[in-house]
């Protein structure tokens, strides 16, 4: 099993510009979610997803999209990266609850210049 | 911010000695669980509380809940150089199970 895994761990951006956070986990968990890391912050919830085709806001929703087509997937997009953007972000997932155990990915690290 | 706040925001230590980190919340919850994060890495979960119990153990670790007081305390025994990273709580609650991590203590365990 591979667990909960990031795709890209690294990108650079420039301010306007989109792309895609993928998340995958193998472990036929229900829920996923994102979540982004900031200096000083702690982490704080992006968006998350309790099943297939289902999503839903979390603290700090604005500028980010997400999908959940297939139960394995988590999608985060930007649509027009912004400077404020510029984070290191984690998806996690748990098996049916989110008072359960969260397995965390290794996480994307993002600059937006 | 509804984040909760633990203290210490750093603690070092010397190997073998004990650890005291604390996380206080503002809201009810339903359980309270605390992550280990080393440097640039992904989270990795330690031990769950519910809100009904009171102290739990894992191996060196022992964690107390006290909800009157909404707090918890996560103790570290005999440390190691290899406990040193950042311990993170996490607690949900509310009506709709909102999830809420602590700011973060950085614990430094010296050889």
């Known amino acids: 099993n591979a667990g909960v895994t990031q795709t890209p761990k690294f990108r650079v951006l420039k301010t306007g510009q989109s792309m895609t956070l993928l998340c995958a986990q193998d472990?036929?968990?229900?829920?996923m979610y994102w979540y982004r890391q900031d200096p000083g912050m702690g982490l704080r919830l992006i968006h998350y997803?309790?099943?297939?085709?289902?999503?839903a806001k979390g603290e700090v929703p604005d500028g980010y999209n997400v999908s959940r087509l297939k139960k394995q997937n988590f999608l985060l997009g930007l649509e027009s990266a912004a400077p404020s953007q510029t984070s290191v972000y984690f998806c996690a997932s748990s098996i049916t609850s989110v008072q359960e155990t969260q397995y965390f990915g290794p996480g994307t690290r993002l600059l937006v210049l | 911010s509804q984040q909760g706040e633990e203290d210490p925001q750093a603690l070092s230590i010397q190997e073998g000695e004990n650890a005291t980190m604390n996380c206080s919340y503002k809201?009810?919850?339903?359980?309270l669980q605390w992550y280990r994060q080393n440097s640039g890495r992904g989270l990795v979960h330690l031990i769950l509380i519910r809100s009904n119990e009171r102290e739990k153990h894992s191996g060196r670790l022992r964690v107390t809940l006290d909800t009157s007081k909404k707090s918890s305390s996560l103790l570290i025994t005999a440390s190691r150089a290899a406990d040193t990273a950042s311990y993170f709580c996490?607690?949900?609650?509310?009506?709709?199970?909102?999830?809420?991590f602590g700011k973060g203590t950085l614990l430094t365990v010296n050889p």
């Open positions: 997803s309790v099943g297939e085709g289902t999503t």
């Open positions: 996490l607690y949900s609650g509310g009506s709709n199970y909102k999830l809420t």
């Open positions: 809201t009810s919850i339903n359980n």
């Open positions: 472990m036929n968990h229900e829920y």
